[in-house]
């Protein structure tokens, strides 16, 4: 992996992250394919969306279709038809998100299946070997985090196992990878000296980049700031930074303020779905009646297929009729707009502008509909 900044403007990076399948532009932002597919797109409505970059989810491939499927194939990047780079999470997203089914030890975790109830362990270890399996370009490092809310004991033990994993992960890593990457988490909760503990652990394993997770999950919008103001400007500045989970508008723009590279988020595929759109005019609920007969298209300001060939009112009929259709034009929509918006960011950071955008695109984005 190779990373290069190649512009600031204050602590807001402009870069170009380079892997084996490929490169992508820093501010990314990564649309998510949790089984292997950005639910309603095909790969060449992804690349013509402007993806570089997309995120898969390490535990649901590990249920279906199995390791041993993808191996056959020689990698996810084969199994799915993509060709850019992937990075896949940890699965400790799924230790917070299913902890009903979790039970978290010194080893590992050990899962109770979603799908068929069956019980099965996974170490840090196992988790390497998934992804080497998978050959993901960018690996993340098994972790653990607290439910918030959490208490300081709760969030010390979380990031007690997530260093003592890190380092089993790094030793696995070093001795299977095949030109691959791989990325810590930091945790710590909303404390800001165990975050700066956590950082100061792995940044001594020396990981190829470095995320920030545990975030998003019930805080308030200061308490997320505050942890990102204190930590980013922390992380190892050669490397890349990567805010896991945050995908709001205006969260990726204060995370870009303070130097953070990488993000992902369900948000933009998943409001597709149920009929939230975003434009450059604020947040779109296409159900609603005033869009019945309305013949403009959903966003004037927006060059993706779906507002350039269709109304509001179509649109609305699509969700309103429960047409597959819907999710297509809709998520083509959100995805389009999620990368521009970052393409607008790298921008306005190479011409030495990010603030001013900062405040012209909130100033419109902010007044809604």
């Given at each position: 992996m190779k990373f290069e900044i190649l512009d600031r403007d204050g602590p807001s990076r402009a870069g170009r992250l380079t892997t084996?399948?490929?490169a992508f532009d820093t501010p990314a932002f990564m649309p998510v394919g949790t089984a292997g597919t950005v639910k309603a797109l095909t790969p060449?409505?992804?690349?013509?969306?402007?993806?570089?970059?997309?995120?898969?989810?390490?535990y649901h491939l590990f249920l279906r279709p199995g390791t041993g499927v993808i191996g056959k194939f020689g990698s996810l990047h084969r199994f799915m038809g993509w060709d850019k780079p992937i990075l896949t999470d940890s699965g400790g997203f799924q230790i917070f998100s299913l902890r009903g089914n979790a039970r978290v030890g010194e080893e590992g975790v050990r899962f109770k299946s979603h799908l068929d109830g069956s019980s099965f362990a996974l170490g840090p270890e196992d988790v390497v070997d998934?992804?080497?399996?998978?050959d993901s370009d960018i690996q993340m490092a098994l972790d653990h985090f607290a439910p918030h809310p959490a208490t300081r004991s709760q969030d010390e033990k979380a990031l007690r196992l997530t260093s003592a994993w890190a380092a089993r992960a790094r030793a696995r890593f070093?001795?299977?990878?095949?030109?691959?990457?791989?990325f810590a988490i930091v945790q710590g909760g909303l404390h800001e000296d165990l975050r700066q503990r956590s950082l100061h652990e792995l940044a001594a394993m020396d990981f190829e980049g470095y995320a920030v997770g545990g975030l998003s999950v019930g805080e308030t919008p200061a308490e997320f700031q505050a942890v990102l103001r204190a930590l980013a400007p922390e992380l190892p500045g050669g490397k890349p930074r990567y805010l896991m989970g945050s995908g709001t508008p205006e969260d990726i723009l204060f995370a870009v303020e303070?130097?953070?590279?990488?993000?992902?988020c369900v948000l933009?595929?998943?409001?597709?779905?149920?009929?939230?759109?975003?434009?450059?005019?604020?947040?779109?609920?296409?159900?609603?009646?005033?869009?019945?007969?309305?013949?403009?298209p959903l966003d004037g300001a927006c060059g993706c297929y779906t507002c350039r060939n269709f109304s509001r009112a179509y649109l609305r009929h699509l969700f309103i009729s429960r047409e597959i259709l819907s999710s297509i034009l809709n998520t083509i929509h959100n995805i389009h707009f999620y990368l521009d918006f970052m393409a607008k960011i790298r921008y306005?950071?190479?011409?030495?502008?990010?603030v001013e955008f900062k405040e012209s695109f909130l100033a419109l984005y902010q007044q809604g509909e």
């Open positions: 084996k399948n490929g060449q409505q992804l690349q013509e969306a402007g993806a570089q970059v997309i995120l898969a989810n390490t998934i992804q080497n399996a998978l070093s001795r299977t990878n095949r030109a691959n990457s791989q303070n130097g953070m590279d990488m993000f992902d933009p595929s998943r409001n597709a779905r149920n009929g939230t759109l975003f434009a450059s005019h604020g947040k779109v609920r296409i159900k609603n009646e005033k869009y019945k007969s309305d013949p403009r306005a950071i190479r011409s030495r502008r990010f």
